[in-house]
């Protein structure tokens, strides 16, 4: 087993009617202005915002709002974002949403402890890593994107053309508490509980997926989350007010990107990588879409560089049997189940799914490249993101 | 899904050759003076307590040492270390060993900081909790008592008689960061080993089998854990040099008794309860060799009123096939088989082995039950506890 580090202190606090402890446990982190940071009207209508702003007051907290930030969060939000908290003495960022708005709250912390833009420290692993960060809280809307316990922070550079999506990976930008109610998820369209329940397998899949071996409980606990959100998926969608299944998903979604599922691996996220072009560049693409349809063409690229470990998943997780004369078909037909898997939730797995055509592939490769090559068990330059693209077509 | 919380804070610096990072971490930790607290000679012998003190000295650390820790920490010698460190000014503690020198460690903290006697908080539940330490860190050579990560902290007051041997579970007691590296555990013996594996896998079956459902995720971790254990185990037995099986065992032990594994779950541990009394009146007895003994035995008392839950262990873990017309069935090989792995491993099974006799019964099951029965399914009075000694024989 490689070596690692782990540390993933953020504080959960988990289940129904938690609500009232948000105040009593920001008070207690030495809050005293809070920014309560949300995006659309939903939080507004289910009557989530009203209990949040509730709780701080009865906890003596004064606090500003600020709504409206949009999925993939844009610099230039972040930075009205980082200049209203600095006008109004801010001391705590309370995210209410999903990791669009968590990612704009650690952004904004981010600039408001450091005094720079953050975008400085966006990157894909050259630019220097924030030291200093405003404390941020979520109270969690979305099971999907993991940040709520991450190190990840990723927004959209708006300000370029064309838009950059990157993220700043920093310990620094953990949150310090979270707030999971799974009913707080009931509402959650099909489509966006579909997305969610790919990210999360996709933050354990590209963890798991390295080609490094000798991480026997890690990958045992990735397959745990992976089966677990494979069942809570599909009654989820099913029944979007299972509590139980809802639950399993909010807790899953931390897990899966808290670090517990890369320890003892290198953390390379391709498949991530291959993705963030086209929401940067097709805003209109939910980042879960776009993953549903890349992975599995990524994956038949690649299998062939670790066949036996794409043979475990599959018969671990998707329930294929082991064919010992030849792992390759088991990989294979694991890759299928998982590829039909997300056709029964409603996922799209072709890319004229989200409305890419062959015309429209060649300014995302660019992008994908602008760079270098992705990282992955080959370098994937433009010849082999292209042929992946036809594996997705 | 049962509410819950969950911080799991401590730091883990995992792998080989880290010994050199003791000191900087420390020192970033604000450490100043520091006690390196250890058991028996075994850390000297092994050259890692050199390793351990360099390091401090290339920090620049001044340090104090009192090794001589006993297994199962008796409270006569928290209380020397406590006298010990306010003499020298110590505001750190470093424990280099297993789980009792980690609790030992605990224990002179919460003393340090509280100025209190630790033994007040020693409690089965209805002792104050200390809110106070003096900060602990770890350098693990047992996986087994999870210590490294746990809010736990058993101690063995040996100025009573008989003797009591009891936990402080508070979070204030979690340790601060913890170096694991399995190269230090190669020399712990076929027995030692063998108990840690037990161990690690009570402290994970404790949380699965406490009769509530709904908690698909923890359960499926911590069958994750018991599935990796149950394989490491062997390969570590067969082979105590080998890296990985010591890897996954050691960051097994850490992560089986953090409660991740407990995300709603409640805590009820009857098990460790129906075993401490046997450690406290019988020095001799291991921890984990008492484990080995009772658990099987509790588990065929109380599978009744949990059938299907022991017979999805025994399914998931075991590889028993699951009996739909009888699932007791299932359930009572899971437990069987886990019992010859138990005897495969070279742990006892049988009371006798542990030197226990029906005459000795009386005493220990008058200790057990002395503030009350044992929480379980039903309640464990002396009757029952009789009845679990007979399944024991």
Redesign the interface.
């Known amino acids: 087993?490689?070596?690692?580090?782990?540390?993933?202190?953020?504080?959960?606090?988990?289940?129904?009617d938690?609500e009232p402890q948000i105040g009593p446990e920001l008070k207690a982190l030495g809050a005293t202005r809070v920014l309560v940071h949300f995006g659309g009207g939903s939080v507004q209508r289910s009557g989530l915002l009203d209990k949040v702003l509730s709780s701080l007051d009865a906890a003596g907290l004064s606090h500003i709002e600020l709504g409206g930030v949009s999925p993939n969060p844009k610099l230039s939000f972040v930075r009205e974002g980082i200049e209203l908290c600095r006008r109004e003495g801010v001391d705590f960022l309370l995210a209410v949403g999903g990791g669009s708005v968590i990612d704009s709250a650690k952004a904004i912390g981010v600039g408001l402890a450091t005094g720079n833009d953050p975008w400085q420290y966006a990157s894909t692993g050259t630019r220097p890593e924030p030291h200093e960060t405003f404390p941020v809280a979520t109270v969690l809307t979305l099971a999907a994107a993991g940040s709520e316990m991450s190190n990840s922070d990723v927004i959209t550079n708006d300000l370029v053309t064309p838009w950059v999506k990157v993220g700043i990976t920093s310990e620094t930008v953990r949150p310090v508490i979270s707030f999971l109610n799974?009913e707080n998820t009931f509402t959650v369209s099909k489509f966006q509980t579909g997305c969610g329940i790919v990210d999360i397998m996709m933050h354990t899949m590209e963890r798991y997926l390295t080609g490094e071996g000798?991480a026997?409980?890690?990958e045992?606990?990735a397959?745990?989350?992976l089966?677990?959100v494979r069942?809570?998926g599909r009654r989820a969608i099913n029944n979007p007010r299972d509590?139980?299944a809802r639950?399993?998903l909010m807790?899953?979604s931390s897990?899966s990107h808290n670090d517990?599922t890369g320890?003892?691996k290198t953390r390379k996220f391709p498949v991530h990588k291959l993705e963030h072009p086209f929401s940067a560049l097709h805003d209109n693409i939910a980042h879960g879409a776009g993953l549903s349809v890349l992975f599995p063409a990524w994956a038949k690229f690649v299998v062939r560089y670790d066949t036996m470990k794409f043979a475990q998943l599959a018969e671990r997780v998707w329930g294929c049997p082991m064919d010992y004369d030849c792992p390759e078909r088991t990989a294979r037909a694991g890759i299928d189940a998982m590829q039909r898997y997300f056709m029964e939730i409603g996922m799209p797995i072709h890319l004229h799914e989200l409305g890419i055509l062959p015309k429209d592939y060649q300014p995302i490769i660019d992008l994908t490249t602008a760079k270098g090559p992705v990282k992955s068990y080959i370098d994937l330059g433009p010849e082999e993101i292209h042929a992946i693209y036809l594996l997705a077509e």
Chains 1, 2 share one sequence.
């Open positions: 087993m490689k070596n690692f580090t782990y540390c993933a202190p953020t504080k959960v606090v988990f289940g129904r938690i799974p000798n026997m409980l890690t045992r606990l397959e745990a989350i089966t677990t069942d809570a509590y139980d639950a399993d807790w899953a897990l517990l320890c003892g």
